[in-house]
């Protein structure tokens, strides 16, 4: 499929993503929080749980992968990316490796993933990948995030969508302004603002097709550390944001749950939504931990769980589907 008719299927309503790419550390961090042994074979069979889940497809458009995922099978030997293939459901894979600390930067990141990227998307894509994902993850503080942080991930990000579109893999570009810390709404439309005009600029230098990539962004949102937001405050502040920031021809803009919990996420998702009807873009949702711990922690790595939690997962994807179209 070409990208961009592959872009417009992923953003369509009423679907969206679901971002199952914990690395094996996030995973193992979320595991313990619900006393659950993370293991090569425990997380194989969380995933599977997942993608097996009936109805799925109904609201999820595609579900991006972890490196360790989309090698993973079943213990029939049938690969778990052909579970989701079946659904009719993109498969994607989450091509970054992590951030490591800017020397000298007072705890700004960059992210790392360039090495053997074509070979790596050769890979991906003889296993069934259509679709790749890059997270830059920026803090705000005094005086943060700084041009340099800005500048040096923008780059990043456009060299890994340039390599994408060479592979014919579309590219999900995540610039992340984290809600760490106790900064106010304003300031994270500052930071954000920031970010995106600079990612804008060297996706344009780089002579990336905007049509051919998936935006996926934060929300404006105060710090985890201070007063919650009204959705009203939350929508109006986005909005004014992506006006002034994203071209028109970007395929769509899939909006991350960061630290947001499901009922946050969505009741702010279902507010830019009502108050987004102007703009040019299809939005949705790219979410993670908002879909997933409600699950999780119904699931408990107990088989005789299983139905339970995958109830909860179709509970929970149907509400972000619906808070995507307005009408939550």
Request: net charge neutral; charged share 30%; hydrophobic share 40%.
């Given at each position: 499929m070409e990208l961009e008719k592959l872009a417009q299927k992923i953003v369509a309503s009423p679907r969206g993503i679901l971002a199952a790419d914990w690395s094996v550390g996030t995973a193992t961090k979320k595991f313990a929080k619900f006393g659950i042994n993370s293991t090569?074979?425990?997380?194989?069979?969380?995933?599977?749980?997942?993608?097996?889940?009936?109805?799925?497809?109904?609201?999820i458009s595609a579900v991006i992968l972890h490196e360790e995922t989309i090698r993973q099978k079943t213990k029939e030997g049938r690969p778990l990316i052909e579970i989701i293939k079946n659904k009719g459901i993109e498969a994607g894979i989450?091509?970054?490796?992590?951030?490591?600390e800017i020397p000298g930067f007072g705890g700004e990141q960059m992210t790392f993933g360039l090495d053997r990227i074509?070979?790596?998307?050769?890979?991906?894509?003889?296993l069934g990948a259509s679709f790749a994902k890059w997270r830059a993850a920026f803090i705000i503080g005094r005086g943060k995030p700084t041009r340099q942080a800005i500048e040096a991930n923008s780059i990043l990000l456009s060299l890994y969508a340039l390599f994408c579109i060479e592979a014919e893999i579309l590219p999900i570009v995540e610039p992340d302004v984290v809600m760490d810390g106790n900064h106010s709404l304003s300031d994270c439309q500052k930071a954000t603002e920031e970010v995106l005009k600079t990612?804008?600029?060297?996706?344009?230098?780089?002579?990336?097709?905007?049509?051919?990539?998936i935006l996926k962004p934060n929300m404006i949102l105060p710090g985890i550390e201070s007063e919650k937001a009204l959705p009203n405050e939350v929508a109006l502040a986005t909005i004014s944001v992506f006006k002034k920031t994203v071209p028109v021809d970007v395929a769509g803009i899939a909006f991350l749950s960061g630290g947001q919990s499901l009922d946050e996420a969505s009741k702010n998702l279902n507010e830019i939504e009502k108050r987004a009807f102007d703009v040019p873009w299809q939005i949705t949702f790219s979410f993670a931990r908002a879909l997933q711990e409600p699950v999780l922690e119904i699931w408990q790595g107990k088989e005789e769980n299983r139905k339970k939690a995958q109830e909860k997962l179709i509970e929970s994807v149907k509400i972000a589907s619906l808070a995507r179209q307005g009408k939550l």
């Amino acid at each position: 499929m070409e990208l961009e008719k592959l872009a417009q299927k992923i953003v369509a309503s009423p679907r969206g993503i679901l971002a199952a790419d914990w690395s094996v550390g996030t995973a193992t961090k979320k595991f313990a929080k619900f006393g659950i042994n993370s293991t090569e074979e425990s997380r194989r069979e969380y995933r599977q749980m997942l993608f097996e889940t009936e109805g799925l497809e109904e609201y999820i458009s595609a579900v991006i992968l972890h490196e360790e995922t989309i090698r993973q099978k079943t213990k029939e030997g049938r690969p778990l990316i052909e579970i989701i293939k079946n659904k009719g459901i993109e498969a994607g894979i989450r091509l970054d490796i992590g951030q490591e600390e800017i020397p000298g930067f007072g705890g700004e990141q960059m992210t790392f993933g360039l090495d053997r990227i074509r070979e790596r998307l050769s890979e991906f894509k003889s296993l069934g990948a259509s679709f790749a994902k890059w997270r830059a993850a920026f803090i705000i503080g005094r005086g943060k995030p700084t041009r340099q942080a800005i500048e040096a991930n923008s780059i990043l990000l456009s060299l890994y969508a340039l390599f994408c579109i060479e592979a014919e893999i579309l590219p999900i570009v995540e610039p992340d302004v984290v809600m760490d810390g106790n900064h106010s709404l304003s300031d994270c439309q500052k930071a954000t603002e920031e970010v995106l005009k600079t990612l804008f600029f060297k996706l344009l230098d780089y002579g990336v097709d905007r049509k051919k990539i998936i935006l996926k962004p934060n929300m404006i949102l105060p710090g985890i550390e201070s007063e919650k937001a009204l959705p009203n405050e939350v929508a109006l502040a986005t909005i004014s944001v992506f006006k002034k920031t994203v071209p028109v021809d970007v395929a769509g803009i899939a909006f991350l749950s960061g630290g947001q919990s499901l009922d946050e996420a969505s009741k702010n998702l279902n507010e830019i939504e009502k108050r987004a009807f102007d703009v040019p873009w299809q939005i949705t949702f790219s979410f993670a931990r908002a879909l997933q711990e409600p699950v999780l922690e119904i699931w408990q790595g107990k088989e005789e769980n299983r139905k339970k939690a995958q109830e909860k997962l179709i509970e929970s994807v149907k509400i972000a589907s619906l808070a995507r179209q307005g009408k939550l």
